[in-house]
């Protein structure tokens, strides 16, 4: 029940299309949702995040939608560039509980963006 | 500031070798986290500090041991380590644990067990 299930593994896309990655969870005690941007030989990096209270939250290019009923969110970026060719991580966490602070991270997805 | 420092950038040691990971925060942040991560997988959470404490220890061998010496500071002790125990290890911070939920990544540390 603590899994977060993201899809898929790897994409390709064209420089301007739009790649979705898409997560699932089953614990609905999750209240956070953030996703994380990882260049080879670096950390994550926060990208974006959203709180089950709202369906979507967009932030430059980057997009958030929610649906809180199907217990699925994904991640879309508008007029992809290479320079957004990463791994792209989604999470979740319930910030109450025995267990707050911990991030369940989904299984990764990486991007590439041809020019 | 929103930067996480770790040191050093690259450690390879043996199987009988002492070491130290450091890591090191300027944020005010009151909660700090030890990940491992191995290629091409997600972040697994080893340890969390929250005010100076130890708040979560996922099961984490004792040949890992975590130590935080002030609220800036938190370092990883290694002693014994095994080839498996190759991998990136990553520190983070928090404003708390359970607050704020933003987590600040390090570059982390990659280290090679021989």
């Known amino acids: 029940q603590q899994q977060v299930k993201q899809s898929p593994q790897s994409l390709i896309v064209q420089k301007g299309g739009i790649p979705i990655i898409n997560c699932a969870y089953e614990?609905?005690?999750?209240?956070?949702f953030p996703w994380y941007q990882q260049f080879p030989g670096k950390g994550p990096a926060l990208l974006i995040a959203i709180r089950p209270d709202v369906s979507e939250k967009k932030e430059g290019r980057f997009t958030i939608s929610f649906n809180k009923s199907a217990k699925q969110f994904s991640l879309h970026i508008m007029d992809s560039q290479p320079g957004d060719s990463a791994t792209y991580f989604c999470a979740a966490s319930n910030t109450g509980g025995t267990s707050y602070g911990k991030l369940t991270f989904g299984q990764g997805t990486i991007l590439t963006v041809h020019p | 500031d929103t930067e996480v420092t770790q040191t050093p950038k690259h450690l390879v040691m043996g199987m009988t070798n002492k070491k130290s990971l450091k890591c090191e925060q300027h944020m005010g942040h009151r909660a700090m986290y030890w990940y491992k991560q191995k290629a091409k997988k997600p972040p697994e959470l080893m340890f969390v500090y929250s005010y100076e404490k130890l708040s979560i220890n996922e099961s984490v061998p004792s040949r890992f041991s975590p130590e935080c010496p002030n609220s800036s500071l938190l370092n990883l002790h290694l002693h014994a380590l095994q080839p498996e125990d190759s991998a990136l290890y990553l520190c983070a911070s928090s404003l708390g644990q359970g607050i704020g939920e933003t987590q600040y990544f390090g570059p982390g540390t990659r280290l090679l067990v021989l």
């Open positions: 614990n609905t005690a999750f209240d956070y």
